[in-house]
């Protein structure tokens, strides 16, 4: 079905008229300082043909526009629909897998709630909403004095699941959502995630706060290495961008660093918010986790690899690693224990190394050399009942983190890229 465009006169009232974007309720002074009637923190909208009306998004895949769009990421393409849950005037939440819900609320101000008269779009082609929220059913109208096409942006389709699952395209919820690899849909999750928390730094142990689709991880730039030099590396929420990093190996075949972002507690460190971990063992039915990154060009001693933490309450005692890239030169702690292994939900084939670090276990799944994987979703809780069926240690009754990251022994390493990451805990 053809996409139909379709666009919106968000504060692009700030290039027409701003006082009929006006509310008899407003926000605090700061929300929306660009005056493009879209909280600041969730991003900006975009009119890319100029015509002094904002794009349009179709969130939930099925042929129509949705509603208002937001470019959260500043790349100039819409990739959210923007929602107003307290019908002020001001969008203050965004949906980003199309169940026509807030994924992400802003952080500058607490929005009203149970505000009467007040809905959220319907996506589901029940009659649309009148909200300030985005789309409107067929024969409905934008409020805030702008257009939604002829007759609203009509939402109608046959139901939410469309092709590919109950979910629709994306899943119902929000980072690593149940669609997502092994999920219902089979859709991935990687490439959706809409970032918060940007920066740029040289120094050795920077860190930063980061979000995706509102759940809370952090970023560390990790040159903890004894042969460690410099580090250039910029992140976006859970992507991040080795420009530059110097260094060699250490004593006891260190790397020089592991520029890492991760969930849950790591290296004396704790991810923001509540992302799920630490967590019991016995409590989970599945850690969902999403990667993918780029090496361009970059061939020497660096793996790509998910480092995960177990212990007991929050004190560490064993690791579980998963290599995407066995690097020439190197290789995992401890010595291979088994080589061509198929592992359920883990495609191709694998090696299993066990050994230890610091006094700790380590068991390691690694693909073989020259079979780099450049992306994967998987379930981390198969992978450790795997490792327990074949006898490996891996003592502790907590998963503490899910992290990854690039081990670098040797540099110079140039434009190494982390584009997504996710963990889903349930």
């Known amino acids: 079905m053809a996409l139909r465009s379709r666009r919106y006169s968000l504060s692009l ?42 794009d349009g998004i179709d969130i939930n895949h099925d042929g129509s526009i949705d509603g208002p769009g937001v470019d959260t990421d500043r790349d100039g393409k819409v990739d959210a629909l923007a929602l107003d849950t307290d019908c002020d005037g001001i969008y203050d939440s965004l949906d980003t897998n199309g169940d026509g819900k807030p994924d992400f609320v802003t952080g500058l101000t607490d929005p009203a709630t149970n505000v009467p008269d007040c809905k959220l779009p319907d996506l589901a082609g029940n009659g649309g909403s009148l909200a300030t929220g985005g789309a409107v059913g067929a024969g409905g109208a934008a409020s805030m004095g702008g257009k939604a096409g002829k007759g609203g942006a009509s939402t109608a389709m046959a139901g939410r699941s469309g092709a590919g699952g109950s979910s629709g395209a994306g899943g119902s919820s929000g980072a690593g959502g149940s669609s997502g690899a092994g999920g219902s849909s089979g859709i991935s999750e990687l ?27 952090k970023f560390i730039a990790n040159g903890w290495g004894s042969g460690w030099q410099s580090h250039d590396i910029s992140w976006n929420g859970t992507s991040f961008t080795v420009a530059s990093l110097n260094g060699s190996q250490g004593a006891n075949y260190s790397p020089a660093g592991y520029p890492t972002v991760f969930c849950g507690l790591y290296s004396m460190k704790q991810s923001v918010g509540s992302c799920g971990l630490p967590a019991a ?20 001693e660096y793996n790509a690899a998910w480092d995960i933490w177990l212990g007991n309450g929050n004190s560490l005692s064993a690791y579980l690693m998963l290599w995407l890239r066995d690097p020439p030169g190197q290789q995992p ?64 009754s907590n998963i503490i983190a899910v992290a990854v990251g690039f081990e670098v022994w040797n540099g110079p390493i140039a434009n190494l890229v982390t584009d997504d990451f996710y963990v889903d805990v349930k």
Not at 20 to 25: D, G, K, L, T, V
């Open 13 to 54: 009232c700030a290039l027409t008229l701003l006082a009929a974007c006006s509310s008899s309720r407003s926000k605090p002074t700061g929300i929306d300082r660009n005056h493009d009637n879209v909280a600041d923190d969730l991003g900006v909208v975009i009119d890319q043909d100029g015509d002094g009306l904002a």
């Open 191 to 217: 490439g959706r995630g809409v970032y918060q928390g940007t920066g740029t730094s040289t120094d050795q142990y920077a860190e930063s706060d980061i979000y995706r689709d509102g759940v809370g991880y």
């Open 281 to 300: 063992i016995s409590s989970l039915k599945s850690i969902k986790t999403g990667w993918r990154w780029q090496a361009n060009g970059n061939n020497g």
């Open 333 to 396: 702690a401890g010595s291979a224990t088994i080589s061509g292994v198929t592992v359920a939900g883990l495609p191709g084939n694998w090696a299993i190394w066990t050994g230890s670090v610091n006094g700790r276990p380590i068991v390691s799944y690694v693909r073989e050399e020259g079979q780099d994987l450049p992306e994967l979703e998987y379930d981390v809780v198969n992978v450790y009942r795997d490792a327990i069926k074949r006898n490996y240690s891996l003592p502790g």
